[in-house]
């Protein structure tokens, strides 16, 4: 997809319904979800869930900062939005004049959610950019990543929020798997900032990255993986063979070369070091880039300086949260995840965690 800046407010069509959550009713304290439609007349038109502090049928014009908050496995895009409004809350920013939308994938359990007529991905398709499995116009196929960019369009129109200046895509766990590919494949944040928009994207706690080259972290280097080990360990979402269509035919150096340009925010927990969790990614290919999140964002954090060699690394930053594992409340709550989401005025919880900013 290739905009123009001058396309950039035009070129997304969104309608909107709000509805309430299965069985609730206007007294309860449950968030309620907003229906967006999105698409536009050259690709498919749907609808797609969202949580959002503001009406989005109507223009905002206080709106100056919005910020996507992205789920994790479990599709729970209430929860992370109801977290994000309490940091919001004590942050002490103007809540009118802060966004936040959370979206929410429907998966295929979800049949419960109320989320009818909409796209359906499989259970985890949506964290790497897949299209849906069901739910889209016939003879069209629709990306996870492809509903970031129809939302961030939504956002960059100026006749619905005439003074929003900075945009940021946070996700944690799933959620920053998405986020971290979407901010190396996709194809309208160069049209977006050159509209003047401020765009960041805060990945934190993710099971895996995607690496540029068949290397990974060996000793205290970086080697091709052994194949016997696990043949399809450079196949996306882990690397770059077999990619995902949204990507399109971009090169690995172009895509490399177009990501050190965006401003992407990593950070990771010092206590998600569990080898065992849960939700975490035990496939050969996430296997070969460490076995816990910890040592697979210090390899990561690695890699990029060593792909970037005498190359500036000045528009990424790297931060450990102190003492936090998977949590994404206490990640984002932390005064580093605080500051990255609020800006540096914002307050911060008293026990928030501590950060430790890693040099590139």
């Known amino acids: 997809m290739k905009l123009h800046p001058s396309a950039v407010a035009t070129l997304i069509g969104v309608s909107l319904s709000t509805a309430l959550l299965p069985g609730a009713s206007a007294a309860d304290e449950a968030p309620h979800w907003q229906r967006l439609h ?7 038109q749907y609808d797609f869930p969202v949580y959002a502090n503001q009406n989005l049928e109507q223009p905002q014009a206080e709106i100056n900062e919005a910020i996507i908050i992205q789920h994790g496995i479990e599709r729970n895009g209430d929860d992370y939005f109801a977290s994000a409004m309490e940091l919001l809350k004590t942050s002490g920013r103007n ?7 959370a979206p929410n994938f429907p998966g295929t359990p ?7 007529n909409m796209p359906v991905w499989s259970v985890q398709g949506w964290i790497g950019g897949d299209n849906a499995v069901s739910g889209t116009i016939p003879g069209n196929s629709l990306s996870s990543l492809t509903v970031l960019d129809d939302i961030l369009l939504m956002l960059a129109d100026k006749k619905r929020y005439p003074h929003l200046q900075k945009i940021t ?12 590919r979407y901010a190396v494949l996709n194809h309208v944040d160069e049209q977006v900032r050159h509209a003047g928009f401020d765009l960041r994207y805060l990945i934190a706690n993710p099971s895996s990255y995607l690496y540029f080259t068949p290397e990974r972290p ?26 995902v ?26 206590a998600d070091n569990d080898p065992n969790h849960r939700v975490l990614d035990k ?37 450990e949260v102190i003492g936090v594992g ?22 911060t919880a008293a026990n928030a965690a501590q950060c430790q900013a890693i040099a590139p």
Request: hydrophobic share 30%.
């Open 38 to 44: 999105l698409g536009s007349d050259n690709q498919a």
């Open 95 to 101: 809540q009118n004049e802060m966004l936040i939308i």
């Open 110 to 116: 979800d049949k419960d959610k109320g989320f009818n």
């Open 169 to 180: 895509v946070a996700g944690h766990s799933g959620g920053g798997q998405l986020v971290h």
């Open 218 to 243: 060996q000793g205290n280097g970086f080697a091709p993986y052994d194949q016997a080990l696990c043949p399809a360990y450079d196949d996306y979402r882990y690397g770059m063979q077999h990619m």
């Open 245 to 270: 269509p949204f990507a399109g035919a971009t090169s690995w150096q172009e895509l490399f070369q177009r990501h050190l340009q965006r401003q992407v925010t990593y950070l990771a927990g010092t």
């Open 283 to 319: 496939s050969c290919g996430a296997g070969a880039q460490g076995p816990t999140r910890i040592t697979r964002a210090h390899g990561y954090w690695q890699y990029e300086h060593y792909l970037a060699r005498e190359q500036s690394l000045k528009m990424h930053q790297r931060f």
């Open 326 to 347: 998977h949590n994404q409340s206490q990640m984002f709550g932390s005064q580093c995840g605080t500051e990255l989401l609020f800006g540096s005025k914002a307050n």
